[in-house]
Nanobody, 125 residues
Framework: QLVESGGGPVQPGGSLRLSCTVS????????FGWFRQAPGKEREGVSAISLGGDSTAYADSVQGRFTISRDDAKNTVYLQMNSLKPEDTAVYYC????????????????????WGQGTQVTVSS
């Protein structure tokens, strides 16, 4: 089970930190990703983090503004979002897939087996 939290309304230029708390499987054997879906649009990959956190991946649209991290001791994945823009408005989903490759951090949603219920982020003045 993946449970996201930390979403909400924020003004442009503001920051939010999303959290994804995981239970029911071996956290440190899974790659985690954050995806988002805006109304009328496809779900897109935002960021991913490998086993142990040595590798990360970001969509071009968030590179330099968002930071993904994981705390294996707390079974939690984070997405720090800074300099938020109205176009970041979406439902954000945490997802996980099993991996044996230490350096995989991919944004291909079809690879992900487990998904959270999503948390709404709204960036507006």
């Amino acid at each position: 089970q993946l449970v996201e939290s930390g979403g909400g309304p924020v003004q442009p230029g503001g920051s939010l930190r999303l959290s994804c708390t995981v239970s029911g499987f071996t956290f440190d054997s899974y790659v985690f990703g954050w995806f988002r879906q805006a109304p009328g649009k496809e779900r897109e990959g935002v960021s991913a983090i490998s086993l142990g956190g040595d590798s990360t991946a970001y969509a071009d649209s968030v590179q330099g503004r968002f930071t993904i991290s994981r705390d294996d001791a707390k079974n939690t994945v984070y997405l720090q979002m800074n300099s938020l823009k109205p176009e970041d408005t979406a439902v954000y989903y945490c997802a996980a897939h099993y991996s044996v490759n230490w350096f995989v951090a991919d944004l291909m949603k079809d690879n992900y087996d487990y998904w959270g219920q999503g948390t709404q982020v709204t960036v507006s003045s």
